[in-house]
């Protein structure tokens, strides 16, 4: 296992700050934006709850001609037999309005909660887009601003793809 150092601009982005900054990196994007997360939650009842606006941005994004990539956790049975939403649902709205959507394999939970905007601006974390995380929980994240930094998880992501069917 390798360990780099990087310069690098960090900010940290709890609770609130996360959405905030994340839908504005996102609504701003002018080249490429990649993300990984482990749960997705669409409401179809809340149009316009915070974590629709996000996939909606990413949507947006892309038809503004933005590379966008999405891998999303494929949640195994029990997860569904618990009445948890299905990110595959998420998947079908993102593919729908041209978003490059990957389904990490059944035998691998994937929760991994990372966004990389224009090979610069990295958010990590613990924040999934739904509304307990985006509004209710206690959640911790840092935007990193660093190219070297988003050139290693760009690298991470296209290895996850891999791996996805």
């Given at each position: 296992m390798s360990c780099h150092s990087f310069p690098a601009e960090v900010k940290p982005l709890n609770d609130s700050a996360y959405f905030k900054t994340v839908y504005s990196l996102i609504s701003n994007a002018q080249r490429s934006v990649y993300v990984i997360m482990y749960h997705t939650i669409y409401y179809e009842k809340y149009p316009d709850s915070l974590s629709n606006r996000l996939v909606k941005s990413l949507v947006a994004a892309r038809k503004r001609g933005v590379d966008v990539?999405?891998?999303?956790?494929?949640?195994?049975e029990e997860r569904k037999t618990q009445g948890s939403p299905d990110n595959e649902d998420v998947a079908k709205i993102l593919s729908a309005g041209g978003v490059k959507v990957y389904m990490d394999d059944k035998k691998v939970t994937t929760h991994s909660k990372l966004l990389v905007v224009d090979s610069r601006f990295t958010v990590v974390g613990?924040?999934?887009?739904?509304?307990?995380?985006?509004?209710q929980n206690n959640e911790t994240n840092a935007l990193i601003d660093s190219e070297q930094v988003a050139k290693e998880y760009i690298k991470y992501f296209e290895d996850i793809?891999?791996?996805c069917k």
């Open positions: 990539s999405v891998i999303m956790d494929r949640m195994g613990s924040t999934n887009w739904s509304y307990q995380a985006l509004n793809v891999t791996l």
